[in-house]
């Protein structure tokens, strides 16, 4: 593992102009904040092609960007530096997708829920995609629901099955986009990870334990895949709400 740079360092590959359109009243004050991980690279509109590909670990944010596509839409979440959204231009809004099951006639439930819309202060608000659940456990049964889901939505998908070859003929059935596999667990991660990197996608670890779930993003790292959704496994609202923000805290403050 490569040892983090110190602001100094990052200073030194700066343009050093204090120019300010960075918003730090330094170069030296944003280098520290960058190497905090409390600031993005691009703020800097005059560094060299050489300096980002020396600083681009360093200036990676703590929270790193996933996106997840279909063929006409996309969701992006993270990329985050700050631990409260008043700090910052909320750029990354939660992805809110309605869940169906394979059991169920998954076609007919998905076109309705796109095709639902409101209006609220001056903004259409919708879903942003549909997560298809293998409730019947069945790769050919997945497989039908993903593709019906499919024909009716060009938004993103998530596909839900424990079973990693279950998991596969969802990925196959989904042409054309690049869906969120959910999820890799202490039991399935392996196939789970191998199917992600494979497939070039981001995929969902999850663990009732902050330790085991570092110790499983770990290992889903080690087997070549970064694009990670953490699952902390809690539920009710209280309590959720609870242990994301630990999550982002350990993130944020303490580059955990």
Known sequence: ??????????????????????????????????????????????????????????????????????????????????????????????????????????????????????????????????????????????AEAVKGVRSVTDKPLILIASDPEVLRAGVEADEGGKPLLYAATAENWEPVAALAKEKGLPVVARADTFEELADLTEKIKGAGVQDIVLDPGVREPAETLAVFTQLRRLALQKNF
Do not use: W
């Not at 590959?13 to 904040?33: D, H, I, S, V, Y």
């Not at 190497?35 to 600083?55: H, T």
């Not at 796109?114 to 903004?123: C, F, H, K, S």
């Open 1 to 142: 593992m490569e040892m983090a740079l110190t602001g100094l360092q990052i200073y030194k590959l700066l343009p050093q102009t204090n120019c300010k359109e960075c918003g730090f009243p330094t170069c030296l004050a944003f280098a520290m904040k960058l190497a905090a991980k409390q600031a993005e690279l691009s703020a800097c509109p005059y560094i060299s092609e050489e300096a980002k590909a020396q600083l681009a670990a360093a200036a990676a944010p703590p929270i790193r960007l996933v996106t997840v596509e279909g063929p006409g839409h996309k969701v992006e979440v993270g990329n985050e530096t700050v631990m409260f959204r008043h700090e910052k231009t909320f750029y990354h809004p939660c992805g809110l997708f309605v869940r169906v099951k394979d059991t169920d006639d998954a076609r007919a439930a998905a076109e309705e829920a796109m095709r639902y819309t409101v209006e609220y202060v001056g903004m259409d608000l919708f879903l942003d995609g549909v997560a298809v659940e293998a409730a019947s456990g069945d790769a050919g049964t997945f």
